[in-house]
């Protein structure tokens, strides 16, 4: 079983205790990422005179609202993996189906060239007996 992690990061100004199954650097990274949108909000006018309660609605908005945008380019890698996935198994089909027309052409030229090799003792047989006759 995964051992559970403890570590000390700064958010928003104050020392806070996360604990999880992730890494600490994962974490570290987590309150870095909240860190970020607390500042980016921070930028915007008026922001910082809104009450406290105002502030985290507004930091949930941010963070649900960049879930959302970076579950619905989950959803279109996904979409856009399915398609490759579909179109090199259908390259795959289309590879096998040419290599058995490659397999069959070579056995028919074969075929062909054996005939030929056949034909042309034939003919060498049949000259060289016109040439028996003839003389």
């Known amino acids: 079983m995964p051992t559970k992690n403890t570590t000390q990061v700064l958010i928003g100004g104050k ?8 890494s600490e650097e ?12 607390i500042a980016e909000l921070g930028e915007l006018p008026g922001y910082n005179r809104q009450p406290v309660e105002t502030k985290s609605t507004l930091l949930s908005l941010n963070i649900a609202d960049d879930y959302f945008k970076a579950k619905k380019q989950a959803e279109v890698f996904e979409e856009d993996s399915q ?8 390259l795959k089909h289309e590879l096998i189906a040419v290599q058995i027309q490659l397999e069959n052409a070579l056995k028919e030229l074969e075929a062909v060239r054996a005939e030929k090799q056949s034909l042309s003792q034939q003919a060498s047989k049949l000259q060289s007996d016109m040439e028996e006759l003839l003389k």
């Open 83 to 90: 398609g490759k996935d579909k179109e090199v198994y259908d």
């Open 15 to 22: 020392i806070i205790k996360l604990s999880g199954y992730e």
């Open 26 to 37: 994962y974490l570290q990274k987590v309150a870095a990422y909240l860190n970020n949108k």
